[in-house]
């Protein structure tokens, strides 16, 4: 899509920028800019020409305009902890890495509100906030490491986002550098502001738009009352049908996940959880808000469990082991590592009551394939994470793994689903959009990067597989290329 | 050829009357397709002939923006108004533009599920139907209980859209958790129906709670600023947190809970008490609430939304502000518009709120308020917009008068040049006259 050549390109870039920037924020040696190479995603590498750890919203600036003027490719980095290969850095490009914007400016509880630049780790923010009654909602389980920028970027959700939505919802302004290399506020700190909600385009577009570098989020009052309960099930059926009940009684919990069998035995020999013996599928339930009305809903989620005959029932009663239910879930990635060689994390979403019918075919597909899936999955909100496991060394097997994960994509989409619900289109799914959308959809939303990004400079080849150069398509219907209207003129 | 004879071979087609002028400004013809592809064979060939087109649902908000620099079709809505889905077990539902909220309300709650929007244009609009769920999104419509559940630009999860050129596109989808490609949703929501026309909708639904209450204090202004702070920082969970300040009278909160058989009415008491210790409200009243008075009563903003309303100044066409600020604010807010006759009405658990002015009052003081609040809101962190106005007041404003400073303009025309080169949608309508 872009013209760039390496060769004039990046050296004319890097020597217009020693005279623009210090020199310990350019990474010019190889060894050094290999270590960029990838994000979360592993299985994709490149190394990118130039890295530059940027200090300040102005050095965003200076970098996008040179690359503005030499025509070279920008991908911005946060922490790296992607999983749809965001941040694969581009061979011919820059890697602006915000890791050294890391100043968390304000905690206003007051307000509601606190202002960070884009290198702030998640985790942080919620840190800051608590010894004032808030956090910060959007928690996904790489919040101890990811930052508030890839949040921005890729939208990101946790497990709590079924009750208190996505980070879209937790932004009320951002400061962009466009890929012209201007500076520009989008939003205000109070919410609707004038004109095209350019904030909430600019939330999820994975880097595609340019670079934030500083942002104003809402903090949400932590809740009076959390109540975390498991129930251990025969099957992902009746954990399914479990959780469409508990949304069928009006029910919104904080988070709603389940593990299948394969998961929790994973879980179990990398931490133990103790979750139930033989359990087929463990729900966990998190209730939170007013202690007058958490109890009773907490009263309403053990009736219906019981109902759909779950085996065990734990509620936990302090934070201990409330900890304790969730260790067992959030280190369930992690601990494929201890059942398998390799994994790859899929994610998906489906309609949430197609999800027994997904599953039983997600099952097909995998003892069809030999290929073992385990599953772990936000199921109020239908948000799928198989993890498709498989040993590299095998002949073939990584083929099949891919194929059949691919599958699985297939079937989301076959169910009026998603081919991703919360870790990004990135690299890695490009191929996949046009099974989800038409090639009208896709001009459309492309319409959108041309107005950001006419030269198609920032994060290329991500999210859409084959953009259309912009202004490729004619935009102006001429009464000439119309059927004849003869006389129409007249008016 | 007439227009109406040109139009015709898309959709169906008929001369305007005085009633189809979109603010003042008069169409020539009203056009009703019923599909998306009516809506783009119509579209298409407008475009072709440089005609300009302005969306209409109901009509109840036609008049929020600039008016119009030409109109030569009212593309309505009500010939896709037909609910295409509602998946129960989902909590997701989809329709057609031209689909009534009223309707839409009606048809989700045998399921006691919800879109939780406010039609603050309640009893306006032809045939005095309100709004539409298109209509609504299109403004971005906003009311107490986006407390609970957000602004509607975050329950709209999947739109149907048709550019000016014709193309037809979808983004989103029909599940709640979905970031594949642009979110198309968000940036037609407030859109004003100047960078596409929004043909079918999905939104994400809620449950409705089981109880609703109502807390309803009168605060003496010299203690608005504590008993907004108590509230804000209480672990109520409430599902609005209202003001209703006239010029000159004690403010008016009103608190909204819903939940659960019997613990709602206790929180409500709870609160209620909380709330009459000396230093806070003084006195403050927990009221079962069936009819949903936290809409009739609370937010008489819009001419005519309010059939139980006794306020004289919503008589007529007033001036209706958007006025945000931080929520600390607040307080200086309301001060602000109060000390310059205008209500203020709306949402001081997320900051949004309104603010009228009776028609009667003459132009310059009018102004002379817009001025002032859009400074106090400017200073807060948040934005003043005329959203509407007498005539005279409006051809007083130039666009920047009306929607005030607005960040990312440039960028803004830019996406509307790439959406509607042609300018086919509602030309000068929105913001920076685009
Ligand atoms: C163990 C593990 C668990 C995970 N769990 C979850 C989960 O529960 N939910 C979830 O949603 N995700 C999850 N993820 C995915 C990932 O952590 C998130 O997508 C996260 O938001 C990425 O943040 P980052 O700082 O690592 O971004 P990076 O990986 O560095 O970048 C991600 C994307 O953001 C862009 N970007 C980064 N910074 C900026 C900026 N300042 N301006 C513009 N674009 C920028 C990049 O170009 C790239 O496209 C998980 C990942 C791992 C490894």
Not at chain 2, 287 to 311: I, N
Request: aromatic share 4%.
């Amino acid at each position: 899509m872009t013209q760039t050549d390496a060769r004039t390109g990046i050296p004319a870039l890097l020597q217009e920028l020693r005279g623009l920037l210090p020199d310990h924020v350019l990474v010019t040696d190889p060894a050094e800019r290999e270590t960029y190479a990838c994000d979360g995603l592993a299985a994709y590498r490149v190394r990118p020409a130039l890295v530059v750890l940027v200090e300040s919203a102005d050095h965003v600036a200076q970098v996008l305009r040179s690359c503005a003027r030499h025509h070279v490719p920008f991908v911005a980095r946060g922490s790296g902890t992607g999983l749809s290969g965001g941040a694969l850095p581009h061979a011919d490009g820059v890697l602006v890495v915000t890791s050294r914007l890391r100043t968390l400016h304000e905690v206003r509880a007051q307000d509601q509100r606190a202002v960070v630049d884009p290198g702030v780790v998640n985790l942080a923010v919620s840190k800051a906030a608590h010894p004032h009654g808030y956090y910060f909602a959007p928690d996904p389980s790489s919040q101890q490491i990811c930052s508030v920028g890839g949040n921005v970027a890729e939208n990101s959700g946790g497990a709590h986002c079924l009750k208190y939505g996505f980070t879209a919802g937790h932004v009320l302004s951002l400061e962009v550098v466009t890929p012209d290399g201007e500076q520009v506020t989008l939003g205000t700190e109070a919410p609707d502001p004038p004109g095209y909600d350019l904030l909430g385009a600019f939330v999820g577009s994975e880097g595609t738009l340019g670079v934030a570098t500083r942002a104003t989020l809402r903090l949400t009052r932590l809740p009076e009352e959390v109540r975390t309960c498991l129930a251990g099930f025969a099957s992902t059926d009746e954990a399914g049908a479990a959780t469409s009940a508990i949304i069928a009684a009006g029910i919104v919990p904080a988070a709603m996940e389940i593990m299948d069998a394969l998961a929790i035995e994973a879980a179990e020999a990398a931490v133990s959880c103790g979750y139930p013996e033989g359990a087929g599928a463990v729900l966990v339930v998190e209730l939170d808000g007013p202690a007058l009305e958490v109890e009773g809903e907490l009263e309403q989620v053990r009736r219906i469990c019981r109902e759909q005959r779950a085996v065990e029932f734990r509620t936990a009663t302090d934070a201990a082991e409330r900890a304790e239910i969730w260790r067992g879930r959030k280190s369930a990635f992690a601990a494929v590592g201890r059942i398998s060689p390799d994994y790859i994390v899929q994610d998906g979403v489906v309609p949430r009551t197609a999800l027994p019918e997904v599953l039983r075919e997600m099952g097909r597909i995998s003892a069809d394939r030999g290929v073992r899936v385990a599953n772990v999955f936000h199921a109020g909100d239908g948000n799928l994470h198989p993890l498709v496991l498989f040993d590299a060394d095998e002949e073939g097997a990584t083929g099949r793994a891919e194929e059949v994960s691919g599958m699985i994509l297939d079937l989301c989409i076959a169910h009026g689903g998603s081919i991703t619900g919360e870790h990004g289109v990135g690299a890695d799914k490009a191929r996949y959009m046009p099974r989800m959308f038409e090639p009208a959809d896709l001009d459309t939303m492309q319409l959108l990067r041309c107005a950001f990004d006419p030269d198609g400079l920032a994060n290329p080849g991500k999210i859409y597989p084959t953009p259309r150069m912009c202004g490729e398509r004619p935009r102006v219907v001429h009464a000439a290329d119309e059927p004849a209207v003869g006389g129409a003129e007249v008016f | 050829m007439t227009i109406e004879r040109l139009l015709a071979a898309t959709c169906a087609v008929r001369p305007a009357g005085d009633e189809d002028a979109v603010d003042g400004v008069p169409s020539q013809v009203v056009a009703r397709p019923a599909s998306a592809q009516e809506t783009s064979a119509l579209l298409r060939t407008c475009s072709a002939h440089g005609l300009a087109v302005v969306v209409r649902g109901h009509g109840s908000k036609l008049g929020w923006g600039r008016p119009p620099e030409r109109v030569d079709v009212v593309l309505e809505t009500g010939a896709m108004a037909q609910l295409v889905e509602h998946s129960r077990g989902d909590l997701v539902a989809t329709a057609g533009a031209g689909m009534p909220l009223s309707r839409l309300r009606h048809l989700l709650a045998g399921a006691r599920h919800e879109l939780v929007v406010d039609d603050l244009a309640v009893g306006r609009g032809t045939t005095a139907g309100g709004s539409t769920l298109g209509g609504a999104v299109a403004t971005n419509l906003s009311g107490p209980r986006r407390l609970r559940a957000g602004p509607l630009r975050d329950l709209v999860i999947g739109v149907r859209l048709v550019l000016a050129d014709g193309t037809v596109a979808r983004a989103g989808g029909k599940v709640v958790k979905n970031v594949a490609g642009y979110d198309l949703g968000k940036l037609v929501t407030g859109s004003f129906g100047t960078l596409a026309v929004i043909t079918e909708v999905t939104v994400r639904l809620h449950p409705e709670p089981s109880e609703v209450r109502q807390v309803h204090a009168l605060v003496p202004r010299g203690r608005l600023a504590p008993v907004l702070a108590h509230l804000v920082a209480g672990q109520l969970a409430p599902h609005t947190l209202d003001l209703h300040a006239r010029p000159g009278k004690d403010v008016r909160v009103s608190v909204g809970l819903g939940g659960g058989p019997g613990s709602t009415q206790r929180r409500a008491d709870l609160l209620a008490a909380e709330l009459s210790a000396p230093g806070l409200a003084g006195d403050a009243v927990a009221v079962a609430d069936p009819e949903r008075t936290d809409l009739q009563e609370v937010a008489p903003v819009v001419p005519g939304a309010a059939p139980r309303s006794t306020d004289e100044e919503v008589a007529g066409r007033p001036t209706l502000l958007t006025v945000t600020a931080r929520l600390s604010g607040i307080p200086e807010l309301v001060q602000v518009a109060n000390d310059h006759g205008l209500t203020v009405t709306g949402s001081a658990g997320v900051g949004a709120l309104r603010a009228t002015l009776p028609e009667p009052t003459p132009v310059p003081a009018v102004l002379e308020a817009v001025a002032a609040v859009r400074a106090a809101t400017t200073g807060l962190g948040g934005s003043t917009v005329v959203l509407d106005a007498p005539p005279a007041v409006k051809s007083a404003l130039d666009p920047a008068g009306t929607w005030g400073p607005v960040p990312g303009l440039e960028l803004m025309r830019r996406v509307k040049a790439q959406f509607d080169p042609g300018r086919t949608l509602a030309p000068g309508r929105f913001v920076g006259g685009l």
